[in-house]
Structure formats: C-alpha cells, structure tokens
C-alpha cells in the first residue's frame, strides 16, 4: 500500500453537515445543500486483456489462415500475411488483443471456422 492510500484511508468518506448555508457541496446525490458531501471517485477498473493466439500446423492452407485473419481480426492483407508467416515459422502468433468476453468470441468463431472447412487450426487465448 502507498503512503499516499494509507493517509487518505483515514479520510471519511462522508462528513456530518457541518457546511454553512452558503457553502456548496458536490451536485448529484441529495441535491445542492444536503450538507453531505458525494463527491465520489467512480470505479472504473480497467478490464483485463487477453492475446488470442494462432497456432501453427503442418496441414491448415496458408491462404486459409490468411482469410481468418481478414475476416475475424481486421487485418489488411499485408498485416495478415505477416502474421501468417510468423506463426509458421515460430510456432504462435499473436492475432489481437481483447477483453476477455470478445477474445473468447475470437478463439470460437475460429476454432469454428476451421472445424467447418475441417482445417486443424488451432486458437487460443492468454492473459497479457
Ligand atoms: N504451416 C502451415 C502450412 O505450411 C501454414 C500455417 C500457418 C498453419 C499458420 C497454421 O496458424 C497457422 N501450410
């Protein structure tokens, strides 16, 4: 814990309405002079990320991997390519980045994708 978190931790986080008439508090909550104070930091936790991750074969057509690419990660032909021969040659490359939710949907639309054209291309996810 910071010095910082230690020392404001002994601030409360509501005060008794000691404020005079003409004093403001924070608007929202109870409305201008409920003598409270609601000034409040809202939480915004950052979502964690997830890599979606291709893996390399001996079978899966380069086009095919290529066309995956394209269609479920955005990528221009050149950066697909890219991506293609980096997987190919060391094994796992890194598709995107995403929240969990939408990185899930990623490695199911692919694992799909490949199922269909009975392609053994492997996809996953990992925490960054
Ligand atoms: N190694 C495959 C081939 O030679 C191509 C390939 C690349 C397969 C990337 C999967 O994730 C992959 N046809």
């Known amino acids: 814990m910071s010095n910082l978190t230690r020392l404001t931790m002994h601030v409360p986080a509501f005060l008794p309405p000691a404020m005079g008439p003409d004093k403001k508090d924070d608007e929202g909550g109870g409305g201008p002079n409920t003598g409270l104070i609601t000034k409040t930091r809202p939480k915004t ?9 291709l893996l390399n074969d001996d079978y899966t057509p380069m086009e095919f991997v290529v066309w995956i690419l394209q269609r479920f990660f955005n990528k221009n032909q050149d950066d ?13 490359g890194v598709c995107g980045v995403y929240s969990y939710e939408v990185a ?25």
Do not use: F, W
Request: with cysteine; glycine share 2%.
């Open 45 to 53: 936790k950052k979502p964690s990320l997830y890599r979606v991750l």
């Open 80 to 92: 697909a390519l890219q991506i293609m021969l980096h997987v190919h040659q060391n094994g796992v």
């Open 104 to 128: 899930e949907s990623k490695v199911t639309e692919v694992l799909d994708a490949a199922r269909q054209n009975q392609h053994p291309l492997q996809c996953t996810m990992e925490k960054e």
